[in-house]
């Protein structure tokens, strides 16, 4: 286990395709350097927003080299390991602890539904590796949701186990409720949904925000003005950045890698906003919409 202080901004690139859909791993680098020149605390890949369900092992072995040859250990590293088997995620688990990498995240296999099944997964997965593991407690269709009571018992009990990735349907409840039964044993809780709940969320004493990085300069003044509220009052100016990303996070929530592939094509980052199949296409009029969203963006961050 290390002793990195998991908090902030962990930023998450796509996956950029070339036009034959092999992986556009010069587009990738820029994505990472754009990362750290826009000073991310950390990165995640490859997890949905990376398209990892259409990648093969190859393919993330690949990205995951990627990023360590690029950030050079000037972040910290996670790397998403979710698979449909615990044979898998532990085999994807290793090989990223074998890169240097500091800890990896998954979600338990979807089909998995009891206390037990929950708890011997993560259980597996402290036995078989020794970097930091953290859950990513999601929703259908992306994954199951770990009841509270089971996600208290699983990072109370089961070594390394001390990172929770929370957002399921009642995420910001679930940071309250984890926070006051977990203690010391939870070492960082963050929100997903790119922020969009980060205000109650880090009210509640969330450690950070885990979004798409494709406009990580505003995420980057929210945090920063979020982490000088007073206790128990959440700086009034971290409430008004937030309002001005609202929009941009709700069209985020209509087309999810679409819409983040887009921004990041759009600014530049990467060279073709080209998906896998299957997703969802933006239409002539989602286009004219999110390039006014990308337009008031660059007027108030970039």
Known sequence: MTSINYSGIYSIPVTPFNEDKSIDFKSLRNSIEYFIDKKTDGILLPVNVSEAS???????????????????????????????????????????????????????????????????????????????????????????????????????????????KEESVNSSQVHTIIKNNCKENLKSIMGGAGGRFIIDEYRRGSNGIMPSGHMLEAHRVLWDSLILSKENEVNTDAI??????????????MYSVSAYKYFFWKRGIIRTNISREPFKKLDDFDMIEADRILDRLEHNFF
Request: charge should be negative.
């Open 240 to 253: 008004e950045i937030w309002n001005k990303m609202l929009e941009a996070l709700n069209f985020e929530f």
């Open 54 to 164: 259409k990648l093969s092992d190859t393919e993330k072995n690949q990205i995951l080299e990627e990023a360590i040859k690029v950030t050079e250990g000037k972040i910290p590293i996670i790397a998403g390991v979710t698979s449909s088997s615990t044979e898998h995620v532990l085999e994807r688990s290793k090989f990223a602890e074998q890169l240097g990498i500091s800890s990896i995240m998954a979600m338990p296999p979807m089909g998995y539904a009891s206390e037990k099944d929950f708890y011997k997964f993560y259980e597996e997965l402290s036995n078989g590796i020794k970097c930091d593991i953290w859950i990513q407690n999601n929703k259908l269709p992306a994954g199951p949701t770990v009841p509270n009571n089971i996600l208290i018992k699983i990072i109370n009990e089961i070594d390394n186990v001390s990172f929770l």
